[in-house]
């Protein structure tokens, strides 16, 4: 039978069929049994990249890192700025919280506005001798050389609020004056108020002993649930040492009209002298006021304390952390989790979009390209 | 047609190892006889047909059966390094007609078979690039109908319908040379 025209132009294909040289062959075999070894452009003293499927994760786990960072840095920038506030809504000290001993910061009053204080009191000895003398020009410069290092006059104030439930209000109001009293602080004014869930509660302005104030804070945190819980100090160093060097200074000059009275010859110049002693007087009277009120606000610290009811903070386990807690931490945790996936994924997301045009892109090329070669 | 199996890439990497030594086995020449067609250089094409069959290897774990058979997916990334390595050269594809040297062929198949298949040789360069390309997967490859379509993307009818007509333009050309 003859070959048909196709069947000897398919034989005449085949035996066009281009070969192999045996060598490539050989080695080709060799290459494949050792399983192809990576015949990469690189030097072969560089490591191998890694594979795209570990830069991806590598990359999406160092965007969530960054992620991380950045949300708890705003986080720490945004809390610090709290304390600040409730600060400044007691009303009792300036903006300075947390002052090292060492730290001078700017006095709160100056020596000029102890002149406005009311009577005085018998405080001003005492200090005088616990006060060291300090030159009058370095308190006028509030320079930081101007306050001795070794002691510090600091005013201190702290503000609590508690959770409760309605019917535990009395019990721990009853706690709340055990604490003060127990730390030999003042309960300057006290409030308790019954009724339904937020409306009961109970406030306290307390004066603390400020060598007691952290012993009396530990205390009424064991009272109950902490809502909140702010302290706050303020550097009061400047003013006292300042009253304390004016006073100084008045009574000397006290003493000094004292014995120009005692030499005065004539009785008009005793009456002037005594009017200028009745002044002095005056002025070393308010001095000695004002710096008893500094020394008080040294001594003892203002607490203002709540005790609130409703909310979620409020716990039937007196402060035990229970249940309910665990869910509200596990809420919380959830949420911080959820917020920082959120960031992570703004910050991915416009990366992986532009990665994935650019791929698509680059893949469309690549495919006209292709097909540009054969046309 | 020999056929051989890539193990899917849930099964054990030795028998996906095992698969794939058996379809390299089965594949080598005939991958080259392609890829040598197209690129009518023996040197680049030993280059490319090295270098398709490494890039099969990385992949081997990826292959899906359910996409194709083993023999269309390798001819597919053997047909794409050999086209990126014609970009590469910056030059249009020029399926060789001679790769192998007619005159060249034994001397006992005689003065016809040598004429012959001169004048087929010439008439593959007349044909356009892209059906020499269906002529040596076809008959230098031996890939069926159903795996040139899957190597070129498109239907096996339409890969059926445009082989014959290579088929007649060939035939046609030869003709046109004797």
């Known amino acids: 039978m003859e070959p048909t025209r196709d069947d000897q132009l398919i034989a005449d294909l085949q035996a066009l069929r281009p070969t192999p040289r045996p060598q490539f062959t050989a080695e080709l075999d060799a290459r494949a049994a050792a399983g192809f070894p990576r015949r990469s452009w690189l030097p072969q003293t560089l490591p191998s990249l890694p594979p795209l499927r570990l830069l991806i994760p590598a ?168 809502r909140s819980r702010h302290e706050a100090t303020a550097d009061i160093t400047a003013p006292t040492v300042a009253s304390a060097e004016l006073l100084k200074e008045s009574r000397a000059r006290i003493d000094s009209l004292l014995a120009q009275l005692e030499a005065a010859e004539t009785e008009e110049e005793q009456e002037a002298i005594e009017a200028e002693l009745r002044h002095e007087r005056r002025h070393a009277g308010r001095l000695a006021t004002q710096l008893s009120h500094l020394h008080k606000r040294a001594d003892y610290s203002r607490v203002s304390l709540r005790i609130e009811t409703g909310g979620k903070e409020s716990s039937d386990g007196g402060g035990a952390w229970g249940i309910d807690d665990a869910l509200d931490d596990a809420g919380h945790v959830l949420t911080v989790a959820a917020a920082v996936t959120l960031i992570a994924l703004a910050v991915l997301a416009p990366i992986a979009l532009i990665a994935l045009l650019a791929w698509l892109g680059h893949r469309a090329w690549v495919r006209r390209e292709r097909r540009r070669v054969l046309s | 047609m020999e056929q051989t199996l890539v193990a899917e890439a849930k099964d054990a990497p030795r028998e996906a190892d095992l698969a794939f030594d058996r379809l390299y086995r089965s594949s080598r020449d005939d991958v080259y006889a392609y890829v040598a067609g197209l690129l009518r250089d023996a040197t680049a094409a030993e280059e490319v ?90 008959f230098f490859a031996g890939l069926e109908n159903r795996e040139i379509a899957r190597v070129l993307g498109t239907s096996e009818s339409n890969a059926g319908t445009k082989l014959h007509r290579a088929m007649t333009k060939l035939r046609e050309a030869c003709d046109g040379t004797d």
């Open chain 1, 59 to 226: 990359g999406g786990a160092a965007a969530i890192l960054l992620a991380i960072v950045f949300a708890l840095s705003t986080g720490g920038g945004s809390d610090s700025n709290a304390p600040e506030q409730q600060g400044s809504s007691s009303g009792l000290l300036s903006q300075v919280e947390k002052v090292p001993d060492h730290a001078v910061p700017e006095p709160s009053a100056s020596a000029g506005e102890a002149s406005a204080a009311g009577e005085a009191s018998g405080a001003a000895a005492e200090v005088e001798s616990s006060v060291p003398a300090a030159p009058e020009r370095t308190l006028a410069s509030k320079a930081p050389a101007a306050v001795p290092f070794h002691h510090r006059d600091v005013e201190r104030s702290a503000e609590i609020t508690l959770a409760a439930d309605p019917k535990d209000v009395d019990d721990d109001a009853a706690r709340v004056f055990e604490a003060v009293h127990a730390n030999n602080g003042i309960v300057m004014r006290s409030s308790t108020q019954e009724g339904r869930p937020g409306e009961a509660g109970a406030t306290f302005d307390l004066l603390i002993p400020s060598a007691k104030l952290d012993d009396a804070m530990a205390a009424f945190s064991d009272i109950d649930a902490v």
């Open chain 2, 49 to 138: 047909t090295a270098a398709a069959f490494e890039r099969a290897y990385r992949k081997r774990n990826r292959f899906d059966p359910r996409r194709g058979e083993p023999r269309a997916w390798l001819f597919g990334i053997a047909r794409n390094a050999a086209l990126d390595e014609l970009r590469r050269r910056g030059r249009q594809a020029e399926l060789a007609a001679e790769p192998a040297d007619p005159r060249t062929l034994a001397a006992d198949e005689g003065a016809e078979h040598s004429e012959r298949r001169l004048a087929v040789s010439v008439a593959l360069e007349r044909l356009q690039p892209g059906e020499r390309e269906l002529i040596a997967l076809k």
